[in-house]
């Protein structure tokens, strides 16, 4: 519809909130009247700048179209800080709608508030003009109720608000926790760290677990009897030099066996035991002797049974003792 700026539809019937365009108005509204417009305040004497209540009620018959205004900002010279709607009723069977607004001024005297003017329109006419009623408000004064003010006194002057040193306080706490936080930190990060020693693995247990990994690689039933006879005179020897301290890599076996009969750590059925296991691993590296798979097995035997013999003696066993026990 031309001129219309904006519509609030209510529940019934299609009645709407706008700002209505000029239009020739309805002469005041009779009782048979398709709309009624009535305005009122809650109090017609008021002191400056208090709130008034302002209350337009529509009354419009059941099938009339009714479009009120929305009023905003101003209303003559009363200014609008607030309103609303308030719920529609029935009757005699017309709809009766209500709208409230918050009025405030802060002129003295007699100020009208302008009448309302809604529109309307009935089944197959055009739109109409119903106009309600101004109201008279008298605002006074409050300086006029004070009979015996002789002046006017001035408001007092801003106190001076004390300096908070809190948040400073705050701030250098924060700074403070900080910065140890950080010396913590590199402290820890930077400080002398202790190498921490891993026990070497007992001689004895090094060769045992090499003996069972050997035993593990199945070189006899592939064939690889030779290869089988240097790994194990080799764990051998390893065991004989972190056990007994003998470092002589390159020695023949007859060398060998001449350093290892020096230490008297070894007893002699231990030199004996040693000689033989040696002396046959030597035949099959050396002289291309092919043992039989009994003479692998106990060459095998020997060694285990040559490490487990030589091994430190437990606690509260002299070395005696464990040789004696072997």
């Known amino acids: 519809m031309s001129g219309v700026a904006a519509f ?38 008021v002191t400056i700048g208090d709130p008034i209540r302002y209350t337009v009620e529509v009354s419009a018959a059941a099938d009339t179209e009714v479009l009120i205004p929305v009023l905003s900002g101003s209303l003559g010279d009363f200014a609008i800080s607030d309103f609303g709607e308030l719920p ?23 100020h009208l508030v302008p009448a309302p003017t809604v529109q309307y329109r009935t089944p197959g006419e055009e739109l109409r003009e119903a106009e309600g009623n101004e109201v008279l408000v008298g605002v006074t004064s409050l300086l006029a109720q004070e009979t015996t003010a002789t002046d006017i006194r001035d408001i007092k002057p801003p106190e001076e608000v004390p300096f908070d040193w809190r948040p400073y306080g705050i701030v250098a706490a924060v700074v403070a926790a900080v ?34 990994k050997l035993r593990a690689l199945h ?41 290892v009969a020096g230490d008297g750590r070894l007893a002699p059925p231990h030199r004996r ?15 291309r002797h092919l043992p039989t798979l009994q003479d692998t097995d106990n060459a095998h035997a020997a060694a285990r049974r040559f490490v487990e013999d030589t091994r430190p003696a437990a606690p509260g066993q002299g070395a005696e003792g464990s040789r004696a026990a072997a």
Do not use: C
């Open 88 to 110: 529609s009723r029935k009757e005699n069977g017309r709809i009766i709608l209500a709208r409230w607004y918050t009025l405030t001024i802060f002129a003295t005297g007699d």
């Open 8 to 45: 609030l539809t209510a529940p019934v019937p299609a009645i709407v909130l706008v700002a209505a365009p000029t239009f020739a108005a309805d002469p005041m509204p009779s009782a048979t009247s398709p709309v009624a417009v009535q305005a009122s305040v809650d109090r017609s004497q």
């Open 273 to 287: 035991l040693l000689g033989d296991f040696l002396s046959q691993a030597d035949l099959v590296k050396f002289a």
């Open 179 to 212: 910065g140890l936080l950080g010396a913590g930190l590199f402290y820890l990060l930077n400080r002398p760290r202790r190498q921490r020693l891993v026990p070497a693995e007992p001689p004895h247990e090094v060769a045992l677990a090499a003996l069972n």
């Open 219 to 259: 070189l006899v039933e592939s064939g690889q009897i030779e290869e089988y006879y240097v790994r194990l005179s080799a764990i051998v020897r390893r065991y004989l030099e972190d056990r007994f301290s003998v470092r002589a890599p390159e020695m023949t076996t007859e060398e060998f066996l001449v350093a």
